[in-house]
């Protein structure tokens, strides 16, 4: 289409960007150079395949026209179709778009899954905007991007600031682009749809399970459970409410939780149902809630705690702020959560991290099962995909942890290992065309 842009390789006005792209490629230079990965395909995996940046003008609910900048980028597809998710935020640009992808990518092939990674969104603060001005904006971003998604070559799913309706609104604009004939075939361009319209049952919970599980499964290891555990949550949107839920029916107690508007303490508990509630009536926001004490956000990852679950924006662990940090186990519901040289601080104290791209794989294992369950015509019940994610989970956690304990390695090195490791193997064997 004549609104997209596509920019190969390369940031806008040529310039590369910094931030969380410098943060996955450090990782992703550790491990490449740990496990002496292939040389050239260590040179197709630093790149990204497509990126594209979209303008498109909508029309406002007072009249008004205003342009919107959208972007879509694709870092890999060697595995299958580019898949990840789209988020309504105003720190999308480029180079996040670009890190998130590339996270996207590692965590497709660490789950096993026919896959590979792509992200991207718009630059928004849907706050800002009515129910009906964002109908509008997300299916006319839809119509920007529809020549270069499909239900066999890239498919989008909710992330940050997106939910069931935005998918539900992306589904039925790309559907009524293609002819008659087509229309029920191309159900599966995006997942985390509504249930009546084609979703899964329990992907609203899928990422929080995911990082639940994984915490539980690492405590079962050291010979510990949950009950009685206390733990922090930042982000208390799906991810973190989800993994809040899960922890607490376990026995745990959730004793702070923040977000862009509040950071709240109870050492006794805050109820993860009656913030939700909260929340639920008052803008999806925790201001306000008179559950627990008001704390200054720089304190928050100082709290008592044994668990500290990250799930909001990237790079919010950093070297000025690891060193207060009491959990010993870092959960990463969010992509990207943890700067480098954060990371090996709290590694070099005894530290424990779940990396995001074995923690929060829920999401994306859930989107292949609803994917698969609209290609094949079939209905799942909650039961059914509870059960499934819990066995693939289990499965990707326990390869990692067995590389970690037998390599003496950390588990995002381990997780690393095993992702780049399936990639190579599939470029090694295709060979590089012509």
């Known amino acids: 289409m004549s609104e997209v842009k596509k920019i190969i390789r390369r940031g806008l006005n040529g310039k590369v960007q910094q931030g969380m792209m410098r943060n996955v490629m450090k990782q992703f230079n550790e491990a490449a150079d740990f496990l002496g990965i292939n040389s050239n395909v260590r040179k197709i995996l630093s790149h990204s395949n497509n990126e594209l940046v979209v303008r498109f003008p909508v029309r406002m609910d007072n009249g008004e026209v ?62 800002a905007y009515s129910p009906a001005e964002l109908e509008r904006i997300t299916r006319r971003f839809t119509y920007a991007l529809a020549d270069n998604i499909g239900p066999d070559h890239d498919i989008p799913a909710p992330d940050m600031n997106t939910n069931d309706q935005t998918m539900a609104w992306m589904a039925d604009t790309y559907m009524s682009m293609r ?26 919970r899928a990422t929080g399970y995911g990082v639940f599980l994984t915490i539980k499964l690492l405590l079962e290891k050291k010979g510990q459970d ?11 949107g799906n991810v973190g409410y989800w993994a809040a839920v899960f922890l607490e029916r376990m026995g745990a107690r959730m004793v702070a939780v923040q977000d862009a508007s509040k950071t709240l303490y109870d050492d006794s508990g805050i109820s993860v149902e009656e913030l939700h509630e909260f929340c639920l009536k008052n803008k999806s926001v925790i201001n306000g809630f008179s559950g627990g004490s008001t704390l200054k956000d720089k304190d928050f990852f100082s709290v008592e705690c044994d668990i500290c679950i ?20 870092i959960a990463e519901g969010a992509n990207g959560p943890t700067e480098d040289a954060a990371e090996k601080l709290l590694i070099s104290r005894g530290t424990q991290i779940i990396p995001d791209i074995l923690c929060n794989s829920g999401g994306v294992i859930a989107s292949y099962y609803e994917w698969l369950q609209n290609r094949n015509g079939e209905l799942w019940n909650m039961e059914e995909v509870m059960e499934k994610l819990e066995r693939k989970i289990s499965a990707s956690f326990e390869k990692v942890y067995d590389l970690s304990t037998s390599e003496g390695i950390s588990l995002r090195m381990a997780a690393y290992g095993i992702a780049l490791n399936r990639i190579e193997n599939a470029y090694v064997q295709r060979g590089i065309f012509p």
């Not at 004939?181 to 159900?187: F, G, I, P």
């Not at 949950?226 to 208390?236: A, C, S």
């Not at 990250?310 to 186990?329: D, H, M, R, V, Y």
């Open 310 to 329: 990250p799930a909001a924006l990237g790079n919010q662990i950093t070297k000025e702020n690891a060193f207060e940090i009491k959990a010993s186990l």
């Open 66 to 127: 205003e342009v919107f900048t959208g972007y879509r980028v694709q870092h890999n597809n060697s595995l299958g179709p580019y898949k990840g998710g789209l988020r309504y935020h105003k720190t999308v640009d480029l180079d996040a778009a670009r890190a998130l992808a590339m996270w996207m990518t590692w965590k497709t092939s660490l789950a096993g899954l026919p896959y590979g990674g792509a992200k991207g969104g718009i630059q928004i603060d849907p706050s």
């Open 179 to 204: 002819p008659p004939a087509e229309r029920s075939a191309n159900q599966h361009v995006v997942t985390g749809k509504p249930s009546a319209s084609g979703g899964l049952e329990g992907r609203d």
């Open 226 to 236: 949950l009950k009685d555990k206390r733990f922090i949550v930042q982000g208390f």
